[in-house]
């Protein structure tokens, strides 16, 4: 046993062996170098990531660990702080070519070839309620707790096959409106990344859909249809999404404003749904009826189908299907898939420190940070399906945060051991095989499972 543990060594003891599978397997490190993320020098930009990576399974901040001086990194806080900032790296192609390899290599080879596979489009609060100095901050409204708040609309694309949800990759959105901006953003060079990124948060989120649809088609991504919500279920988002070569299941809003062509007029979901006569008994939906959704003269077929809304037994919902080849009751199966984003929003903000880890002003750092966040929640979603564990997300976080615990319990007593070997072999002049037969006698009393995981570090 060496007199000292370097620090390369207890970062890489600090890494669990599910953690590092995943980082070996799924070629994280080259998929940081595809999208500008490498240097030509000092230490690799992996290296950064990966730390960042494990900062929520060690239960504390960067700022607490260098206070406390544990599971401190081998370089300085400044180069994670560079990272972070740096206007040069792609994060939303990051994560598609990470979420592309894990599809691709570990998902779809075991799912069957008639699988519907999805992709699902929602947003969620990116809260910055206590720092008025964030760059792009915005008033944006929480529709969950109907009061505006100091953030961002966390616009993501996910991709689904029913088990396992993945996200693909997302965009914090500012706001279009210049009175619901708090700050502007900082000038940067109008050739990199960074300075794209920054136009794209103050687009409307219909159009920055359609960015981020257009880089999941980019990666070749297996899915037949999109999935979203009334709020990007447009005739002019439907048309969109279809040139790119998606079918669409949405919820459509019930507005007089809307007009959709059914029996060669012009109607709203409603007059269409007071022409006709309901389903009866217990079915699944009240009505289904073909319609044609038109926009500057071209025309999409689609199939509406009118089901029962199960809070408010009097009303019901809309649901639009522009693959009219499919029964009315896999319209409703497929779309039932769209709750799968609204569990990864939870896991997200409960367990993996959404929003809250990052404290930076900067629009470049709270977007890596979201990245991070991502490729936590993929390891864990990809070690929920393939180990057929029956816990959630959560317990497996849990899991991954006890582990890395016992880790650094390994660490300490092995810095225990060393200073005691120090002590006799420095002050009371015993000789090195006299203390390997003692150390090799300790061991043997140990029970068991603490003597193999000693062994193991």
């Known amino acids: 046993m060496n007199k000292s543990i370097t620090q390369d060594t207890q970062n890489d003891n600090q890494i669990s062996k599910t953690i590092r599978r995943f980082f070996t397997r799924f070629h994280v490190s080259s998929a940081l170098k595809a999208v500008n993320a490498y240097k030509r020098k000092g230490i690799p930009v992996v290296e950064i990531f990966q730390y960042l990576f494990l900062l929520v399974f060690f239960n504390r901040s960067m700022y607490m660990n260098l206070l406390s001086g544990r599971n401190t990194p081998s370089f300085a806080k400044d180069a994670v702080y560079r990272f972070m900032k740096m206007t040069q790296i792609n994060w939303i192609r990051f994560t598609t070519i990470l979420s592309s390899r894990i599809i691709k290599n570990a998902i779809v080879p075991l799912d069957s070839q008639d699988h519907a596979n999805v992709l699902i489009i929602d947003d969620s609060l990116f809260e910055r309620n206590r720092s008025k100095k964030v760059e792009l901050l915005a008033k944006v409204y929480d529709h969950a707790k109907h009061a505006y708040k100091f953030g961002f609309r966390m616009l993501t694309l996910g991709w689904s096959d029913g088990s396992t949800f993945l996200p693909i990759n997302s965009v914090l959105l500012s706001t279009d409106n210049k009175k619901n901006r708090i700050n502007e953003d900082t000038v940067v060079d109008k050739r990199t990344v960074g300075y794209k990124r920054r136009q794209l948060s103050m687009q409307k989120g219909t159009s920055v859909m359609l960015e981020l649809l257009k880089e999941a088609k980019k990666a070749n991504i297996p899915a037949k249809y999109v999935l979203f919500d009334s709020w990007f279920s447009s005739p002019s988002s439907i048309h969109a999404?279809?040139?790119i070569g998606y079918d669409i299941i949405g919820m459509v809003k019930k507005t007089p404003k809307m007009f959709f062509r059914y029996n060669g007029e012009d109607l709203s979901l409603m007059s269409i749904y007071n022409k006709n006569k309901k389903r009866r008994g217990r079915s699944r939906y009240l009505l289904s009826v073909m319609v044609d959704v038109i926009k500057d003269g071209n025309i999409v077929p689609a199939k509406v189908v009118y089901v029962r809304n199960r809070n408010k037994r009097k009303e019901y919902l809309c649901i639009?299907?522009?693959?009219?080849?499919?029964?009315?009751?896999?319209i409703i199966r497929?779309?039932?898939?769209?709750?799968?984003?609204?569990?990864?929003?939870?896991v997200c903000k409960s367990y993996l420190h959404l929003s809250k880890e990052c404290r930076s002003i900067s629009y470049d750092a709270m977007t890596a940070h979201t990245a991070v966040v991502f490729t936590r929640y993929?390891?864990?979603?990809?070690?929920?399906?393939?180990?057929?564990?029956?816990?959630?997300?959560?317990?497996?976080?849990?899991?991954?945060?006890?582990?890395m615990s016992d880790i650094t319990w390994i660490q300490a007593f092995q810095l225990l051991l060393q200073m005691f070997r120090t002590l006799l072999t420095d002050d009371l002049d015993i000789a090195e095989d006299a203390f390997d037969a003692l150390v090799d006698a300790f061991m043997d009393t140990l029970p068991a499972l603490l003597k193999s995981k000693l062994q193991a570090s």
């Open 334 to 346: 497929i779309y039932g898939k769209r709750w799968d984003i609204e569990v990864f929003f939870k």
């Open 378 to 403: 993929m390891m864990l979603s990809t070690e929920n399906r393939e180990s057929r564990d029956k816990r959630s997300l959560g317990e497996l976080f849990l899991y991954f945060s006890d582990e």
């Open 241 to 243: 999404v279809k040139g």
């Open 320 to 330: 639009i299907s522009t693959d009219t080849e499919l029964d009315e009751n896999e």
